[in-house]
């Protein structure tokens, strides 16, 4: 009962544990003849996260545990408006990322639209391949912003679900999970939060802007450089 609740009072965030997801390696030898990824809108929040996964109310019932997450988005309202003030956008710079990631991997990336109903799932359909590229990357990220878990310490966090899909027939070729900070059981790739960004209390994290923003940019730069390892060939 308690985790269904902490699933559902985290709302925008899912975290691992709170939704099944089905990897796939990436077959290096079978597909060196990828030399173009079509790089697809991201299924993200426009906006930083502030996460306390152990809510301190939840050991209150149901009540406590809903004044904790309204206390949650007041302080993630307020990290926002930081966040804006130094001049972060999440969508654009993990999108960057990625892509200078990959390209640093070898491959070449262009831009492909689609339509993306839902920010937190895999597009049900892609576009039709017209030999400009060999493989769509399809990206959301879970989470962009800092995370509380067991240590009450709140950390940069990213958490990004990617799948690589033949342009030409559909097939998945890669499907995995890349976590900084992550949280509870997960099957994917898991990365240590940058050091030297943790902070006792989410007044602590709030008073420190630029050195805050700092710490999720690192957050993201590991987490696109998780990802394009697991495409090297």
């Known amino acids: 009962m308690r985790k269904l609740l902490l699933c559902v009072l ?17 077959n290096a030898g079978a597909n060196q003849s990828l030399k173009t ?8 929040q426009e906006k930083p996260n502030i996460v306390l996964a152990n809510l301190a109310g939840e050991n209150f019932g149901l009540v406590g545990a809903l ?16 966040a804006e003030a130094q001049d972060f956008h999440p969508v654009p ?17 262009v831009d492909v639209s689609a339509a993306r109903a839902d920010d937190a799932q895999f597009l049900k359909t892609y576009p039709a391949g017209d030999g400009q590229v060999d493989a769509y990357l399809d990206i959301y990220a879970e989470t962009v912003g800092y995370l509380s878990a067991s240590s009450r310490t709140f950390r940069p966090t990213v958490y990004l679900s990617a799948k690589l899909v033949q342009a030409n027939g559909g097939q998945i070729l890669f499907a995995d999970q890349v976590q900084v900070n992550a949280y509870g059981k997960t099957t994917g790739v898991t990365i240590e939060a940058p050091e030297g960004y943790a902070y006792d209390t989410q007044s602590a994290l709030l008073a420190d802007a630029p050195h805050a923003v700092e710490g999720i940019r690192k957050a993201i730069t590991l987490a696109a450089d998780g990802l394009s390892e697991r495409l090297a060939k």
Not at 67 to 82: D, N, P
Not at 93 to 109: F, S
């Open 37 to 44: 990824i079509g790089l697809l809108p991201f299924g993200q």
């Open 10 to 26: 985290l709302g925008l965030l899912v975290l691992p544990g709170c939704a099944s997801f089905k990897n796939q390696p990436f």
């Open 93 to 109: 710079e993990t999108r960057a990322a990625v892509r200078h990631a990959l390209e640093a991997a070898g491959y070449r990336v």
């Open 67 to 82: 004044v904790s997450e309204g206390q949650r988005k007041i302080a993630t309202v307020r990290f926002q408006r930081m």
